[in-house]
């Protein structure tokens, strides 16, 4: 890469020196604010020792737009040297030295091109890091804060429902387990209130025994429990198919005494069971199946209820051999049937019945 | 002395060509380091594109979430009943 210059003269020696110093000047320029800035940076970052990170992103903003600077003053330098070359190479007459030094210049101005490039994508890569970093770790934070509000937002939902719960959630009992109205626990804790919260329901389940026993009336015009009472029956029971026939019967002693014990009414009522196949009368047959599809419908529910039905079929498909038997088992069945109602409902019951 | 001066007009032609042939040389050399440069340049350009686009997506969800959060926020405390437990 030497030139084949042999014998050089003075002036040409000075005007390609001059050559070389501008061509030199025009790369160093780029040199030259390179170094400023690398000075400026330098003394900045020893000298002033920037206390928070403000300041010292500060200064790499700094840094970064005089890089940025220089690569756009980069182009009109490179413009103005090819310009210069170009004029002194058709005006000069040693074009070797003009063609080596523009060598050396495009050598020099390809590597600190290259250089800053370098710095500047160094500096915007490590930017851009940066930020995404900041992000990824606000998203972290975000998530902690929304995990949190989640966990807020369970413990209020399982503490509203366990309030909401403890409103409506009552606690159901079986019938037999639940006391007549007016009276409480002996602990005190269940109240009347919550009989009374299931009494439309047991309004139902009074009617529906209401309407088993007019049923069971209905279809009974000579009632077993009147002959057991009254061996005469009386003619009002056979002129209101619908009425209760027994009430004629039953005095107030008696209701008195079912009042205290309504056992004993189950025991008059099973007279009435035991006398039931010992009608010749061809409405027997009916009479025995009705009752029992009114006790089904209304304990359809229960198993005992069910099994003392079974009972109940057995014992009329053997009324004839043990006749001794029925009376227990139908005694059972009343016996369940009034049991469940050992409350005021049974005096309403009895009332109703004394009613009729 | 013309054989000689056809000799040494023959170095000269072969020394010019010779240094003719460094200059292609170097042009070559220099026009692909441009080359380079221009190819780092474009990559440059294409992944910091794709860094500032991941980067305004990530932010936009951040934002999103924050608006959420500030919103969910402002409810709890709008209705004060929420945290008398």
């Known amino acids: 890469m030497q030139s084949p210059i042999n014998s050089p003269n003075l002036m040409t020696e000075r005007r390609l020196r001059n050559i070389s110093f501008y061509s030199s000047s025009a790369h160093s320029n780029l040199n030259h604010q390179e170094m400023e800035t690398v000075n400026t940076s330098a003394t900045l970052a020893v000298l002033l020792e920037p206390a928070n990170y403000d300041e010292i992103a500060m200064q790499q903003s700094l840094l970064f737009s005089d890089s940025l600077k220089d690569l756009k003053n980069l182009r009109k330098q490179l413009y103005a040297a090819a310009e210069y070359f170009e004029l002194s190479y058709t005006n000069e007459d040693k074009k070797h030295l003009v063609v080596d030094t523009l060598k050396d210049y495009a050598i020099k101005a390809v590597v600190n091109t290259i250089d800053h490039l370098g710095a500047v994508s160094s500096k915007v890569n490590d930017l851009l890091g940066e930020k995404v970093n900041e992000v990824s770790e606000t998203e972290h934070r975000v998530s902690c804060i929304k995990q949190r509000l989640s966990t807020c937002q369970g413990c209020f939902d399982h503490e509203g429902l366990a309030q909401q719960s403890s409103v409506i959630n009552i606690p159901k009992y079986h019938k037999r387990y639940i006391l007549p109205v007016g009276e409480t626990m002996q602990g005190g804790i269940r109240t009347k209130s919550k009989y009374q919260g299931c009494s439309l329901e047991d309004e139902d389940d009074w009617h529906e025994f209401k309407n088993a026993v007019r049923a069971t009336i209905k279809e009974s015009p000579v009632s077993s429990f009147r002959k057991g009472r009254s061996p005469s029956p009386s003619p009002r029971a056979s002129h209101q198919p619908g009425s209760f026939a027994f009430t004629g019967a039953v005095t107030r002693k008696d209701l008195e005494k079912r009042s205290v014990s309504p056992r004993k009414f189950s025991l008059l009522r099973m007279g009435s069971l035991t006398s039931r196949p010992t009608t010749p009368n061809s409405r027997a047959s009916s009479r025995s199946t009705t009752p029992n599809s009114v006790v089904r419908q209304r304990f359809a529910e229960s198993p005992k209820s069910a099994s003392m039905r079974i009972h109940s079929d057995r014992d009329r498909y053997k009324e004839t051999d043990q006749k001794n038997q029925i009376p227990s088992k139908s005694k059972r069945l009343l016996k369940a049937l009034l049991s469940r109602r050992k409350s005021k409902k049974d005096e309403l019951l009895y009332t109703y019945l004394d009613e009729y | ?85």
């Open chain 2, 1 to 85: 002395m013309a054989r000689a001066g056809g000799i040494t007009n023959a170095v000269n032609v072969g020394i010019a060509v010779q240094a003719d042939w460094e200059n292609r040389e170097f042009i070559s050399h220099i026009s692909l380091n441009v080359r380079q440069l221009f190819d780092f340049l474009v990559q440059f350009e294409a992944t910091t594109k794709s860094k500032l686009a991941s980067l305004n997506e990530k932010l936009d969800t951040l934002e999103r979430r924050l608006e959420l959060l500030e919103v969910q926020v402002s409810t709890a405390t709008a209705n004060p009943n929420l945290f008398k437990t």
